[in-house]
């Protein structure tokens, strides 16, 4: 079992940038797979971004591809997802995910998520 907590959100202008943190409990962090989703709003969740245990691999939506990096402290137990040039487009609600299995981009590979943490660019 894994609990996740994100943290980060806020409301920055268009151009502007913010880092989602992800805090996650429990000593097998490292072993866990982890993934950034976003639901805006009238629209369904939408992968983002995803790391591998070991923060070797990455994977990243195209809309997001060069504003936006996915990192992990596993010694810190925390994901971290660095987005820069925001754009409108990002507002929604940002959420964490993990799971023992390996990375990848459909919501339903992940076991744990977390409450979600707002994001609002304002034009």
């Known amino acids: 079992q894994v609990q996740l907590v994100e943290s980060g959100g806020g409301l920055v202008q268009a151009g502007g940038s913010l880092r989602l943190s992800c805090a996650a409990s429990?000593?097998?962090?490292?072993?866990?797979?982890m993934g950034w989703f976003r639901r805006a709003p009238g629209k369904a969740r939408e992968f983002v971004a995803a790391i591998s245990t070991n923060g070797g691999t990455t994977d990243y939506a195209d809309s997001v591809k060069g504003r936006f990096t996915i990192s992990r402290d596993n010694a810190k137990n925390t994901v971290y997802l660095q987005m820069n040039s925001l754009k409108p487009d990002d507002t929604a609600v940002y959420y964490c995910?993990?799971?023992?299995?390996?990375?990848?981009?459909?919501?339903?590979?992940?076991?744990?998520w977390g409450q979600g943490t707002q994001v609002t660019i304002s034009s």
């Open positions: 995910a993990a799971d023992r299995a390996r990375m990848g981009r459909a919501p339903g590979l992940y076991s744990y």
């Open positions: 429990g000593r097998t962090f490292s072993s866990y797979a």
